[in-house]
């Protein structure tokens, strides 16, 4: 072996500033993604539940053709950013055994990003519906737009940029140590 080299994959290693085999990455990478998937799965399920009672609240049958619409197209993402969000574990079961866990990682990696797509939209839209019958006002759309743009910008938005200034950064080849992080 080369003086200074592990044995471990040097591809991994130079793309990631770490000392680690594709397996050590894959379960460090699936490890990260649960982590991030516990916080984004528990508010997808407790506003998912929190929109099924609506249903059975006494106000709820006075609600007009759009907002009853608007409700049934809220809990219809909710359902399918729970789903997606929960998809992992599904994925995790099939998988187990098969030597796949970086394939596993990409496949989840993915369906956690549609399920935030999906849980933003739940939120901007059960927004809309809390604020029209809430206030009555037209700015209640208005509202709930500038709230679904905070979102973009909270989420795509504002990690685009970093990864641009990571990518323009020209220290960014230097090992990696105090304050900097290579995943």
Same mark, same amino acid.
């Not at 609506?54 to 709820?60: A, H, Q, S, T």
């Not at 599904?90 to 866990?101: D, E, I, V």
């Not at 006002?137 to 208005?142: E, I, K, Q, R």
């Not at 990690?159 to 992080?181: A, E, F, I």
């Given at each position: 072996? *080369?003086?200074?080299?592990?044995?471990?994959?040097?591809?991994a290693?130079?793309r990631?500033? $770490?000392?680690?085999?594709? !397996?050590?990455?894959?379960?460090? $990478?699936w490890?990260?993604?649960?982590?991030? @998937?516990? @916080?984004?799965?528990?508010?997808?399920?407790?506003? +998912?539940? +929190?929109?099924?009672?609506? #249903?059975f609240?006494?106000? +709820?049958?006075?609600l007009?053709? +759009?907002?009853g619409?608007?409700? =049934?197209?809220? @809990? =219809?993402?909710?359902?399918?950013?729970?789903?997606?969000?929960?998809? *992992?574990?599904?994925? &995790?079961?099939?998988?187990?055994?098969?030597?796949?866990?970086?394939q596993l #990682?990409?496949?989840a990696?993915r369906? #956690?990003?549609?399920?935030? @797509?999906?849980?933003?939209?739940?939120i901007?839209?059960?927004?809309?519906?809390?604020?029209? =019958?809430?206030?009555?006002?037209?700015?209640?759309?208005?509202?709930?737009?500038? =709230?679904?743009?905070?979102?973009?910008?909270?989420w795509?938005?504002?990690?685009?940029?970093?990864?641009?200034?990571? &990518? &323009?950064?020209p220290? $960014? !080849?230097?090992? #990696?140590?105090?304050? $900097?992080s290579? !995943?």
């Amino acid at each position: 072996m *080369p003086p200074g080299t592990t044995g471990r994959s040097g591809a991994a290693s130079a793309r990631t500033g $770490r000392r680690e085999s594709a !397996d050590e990455r894959a379960d460090r $990478r699936w490890n990260d993604l649960l982590q991030e @998937v516990r @916080v984004a799965q528990t508010g997808s399920q407790i506003l +998912f539940g +929190f929109l099924l009672s609506v #249903v059975f609240m006494p106000r +709820f049958a006075q609600l007009g053709a +759009f907002d009853g619409g608007l409700y =049934v197209l809220t @809990v =219809v993402l909710g359902a399918l950013a729970t789903g997606a969000l929960t998809a *992992p574990v599904s994925y &995790h079961r099939l998988f187990a055994g098969h030597r796949l866990k970086p394939q596993l #990682v990409e496949a989840a990696a993915r369906l #956690v990003a549609i399920g935030l @797509v999906l849980l933003a939209l739940t939120i901007g839209t059960a927004l809309l519906l809390l604020l029209r =019958v809430a206030t009555g006002s037209a700015a209640a759309a208005w509202i709930a737009g500038a =709230v679904m743009a905070w979102f973009a910008a909270c989420w795509l938005l504002l990690p685009v940029l970093h990864l641009r200034r990571h &990518h &323009h950064d020209p220290t $960014r !080849d230097r090992p #990696v140590g105090r304050g $900097r992080s290579p !995943d």
